[in-house]
């Protein structure tokens, strides 16, 4: 085909052969398209503009097949009534009954959009890279492995989210001695033990108080020296004397 125009051709029949409502390839046929135009046909499953089935093989290094983004009456579609829920290639299908490695192109290719079946899906294309197939296992695994990765990534978000918020709660910041700038964290523990050092609480009413051991209360009041740079409670008093 190097000019012409290919259109107005409805493929509707219930059959293996539903495939292809403009052009229809099967057996050893063989199709080569140079120019022209392939639109506005319908095919009740696959291959609304061009199908090849079998062992056919084609090639086109020119001309348009139109596909489901062009303009109303220039599309080609597949899908007619009563069709397949497993529609695909409106501008072009290669469908071996039984073989799921099916390719197609369902947008419109285009004078520059180079595309060949050598007759079997191992052997799709003699063009090489300029060539654009989609498929639609391929297509169902891309979107799978899109969503796990998406899936993942939230999961990483909200748990570093949740963990900081839980982090930030069980922190008390800590001013420095009056004049500084300094800022020290406590955790929750950490800050009811520095709170009651600063009174005249012993180390056991402390305890008591917390519903702590008094080994633990003293665990604690290590930390908070340490965190604070003194080395007992009087050094503690003395750096943060209350009114």
Known sequence: MRGGVVQGNVNNVQTNVSSGGGILLAGFGL???EGGEIRNNTARRAGGGINAGSRASF???GGIIYGSNAPEGLRNTAGGSGSSPNIFGHAVSVFLPGNP??????NTVGNNDN???AGHPTQKGIFGDREKWDNPDKDFQRMLLIIIAAVLVLGVLAFLIIHRRIRKRRMATLLGPEGSTEKIELTEHEKKVFDLLLTDY???MI???LELSYEGVRFHCKKVYHKLNVKNRKELLVKFQKE
């Open 31 to 33: 199709f080569t398209m």
């Open 59 to 61: 090639r086109k290094s």
């Open 101 to 106: 490695d099916a390719q197609y192109r369902n």
């Open 207 to 209: 305890a008591d108080d």
């Open 115 to 117: 595309l060949s079946y």
């Open 202 to 204: 012993s180390i056991k």
